[in-house]
């Protein structure tokens, strides 16, 4: 980064630094990864010069044949990844995927119905601070209190009585197998379109890991930066017969030219989607989680639904004598990065919450594997059960670094 380093300082620093919190701390973030070397790259590329709007071979501008070139492979490799009928990878994210969605199919006051954000949702799933929740007219479902599974006959009973537009599956914060087949059954039973965002899962599915509601969906949203571990960004597939709507909605209906360099970047993510290395990146995923959270339940930590089935799980900190935000803020000065979580029925405002929220997928990009799970589920004990204890935290710290520098990460980044 000599360029970066002469031109720009503080901005030099700021990069030096994230680049050193990546490296040096163990990150437990379900939603995020590390992407590859050859994504940095393409997002990094001079695409981040090109305006292309429209869509291959139809765009609004001239000199767009390398544009065509990236955006027709992002299209095709994402088809046969998921056995989509269409696809489309503009969106800038996954909030504006599932806007445009909504925008193809629904009217203001419509009807929506998705998982609770405080059950394990997401905002753009109809939250009334969201222009989901303000737009249209929102209901939702939510977890069983006892067993922490999603209840379907509950959403069946919900969708008849709320006869919704759209029936929404995905969660942020839910980590048990979600059951597409079923909830797309409850969507034709009450003619609602059936939309699952696998924005967090899009990585299992992709390799078999979880499965896919790509037969059964109307439409499936994802983000392409989590599981699937490519750049930030969203994306669309959905049958054909909604291809056009949808693309007339996310251009120009609600952007103007899309991210080339993230479209390029994007490409490159689907393509090592493909390869069987990926495939066991995601099982080592899975296999982490479930050690991690076997590892946490033997320390005393109660997990929401009693494990894990998928990259995540779900800390429930009322018998732990410590809220969520504390258990983050402690964590992190010993080097470990997590978020507060709500849990289902929290009592406790999401600003402060009773859980934490755990993700392996960076953890596993560093390819740690289940020994290394062991220990962070010893450090992360540690650290809850005595917050305040300055010497234990620093104490941690070191024994994260040290784990970290046994499992280095963009070792080759000139900085
Ligand atoms: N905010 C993301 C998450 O952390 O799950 C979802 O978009």
Known sequence: MTELKKSDPEIYNAVVGEIE????????IASENYASRAVLEAQGSV???????????????????YADVVETLAIERAKKLFGAEHVNVQPHSGT???M?????????????LGLSLSHGGHLSHGVQANFSGILYKTFSYGVDKKTGLIDYDNVRKLANRHKPKILLAGASAYSRIIDFKILSGIAKEVNAYFLADIAHIAGLIATGNHPSPVPYADFVTTTTHKTLRGPRGGMIMCKAEYARAVDKMVFPGLQGGPLMHVIAAKAVALREA?????????????????ELAGA?????????SGGTDTHLMLIDLTGNNITGKEAEAALDSAGITVNKNSIPYDTLPATITSGIRIGTPIVTSRK????????????ISRVLNDPENTTLINQV?????VLCRKFPVYEDIEI
Do not use: H, W
């Open 274 to 290: 493909m390869t069987p290395e990926f495939k066991r990146y995601q099982l080592q995923i899975i296999k982490n989680a479930r």
């Open 21 to 28: 919190r990546e490296r040096d701390k163990i990150v437990l």
């Open 100 to 112: 445009a969605v909504y925008f193809s199919v629904l009217k203001p006051k419509d009807r929506i």
């Open 368 to 379: 740690m594997k289940e020994p290394e799970m062991v220990i962070i589920a010893d450090l």
């Open 296 to 304: 946490l339940a033997g320390r005393g930590f109660k997990i929401i």
């Open 96 to 98: 504006q995927a599932n």
């Open 47 to 65: 695409f981040t010069n090109k305006y292309a709007e429209g869509y291959p071979n139809k765009r609004y501008y001239g000199g767009c044949e």
């Open 397 to 401: 710290r070191d024994k994260v670094k």
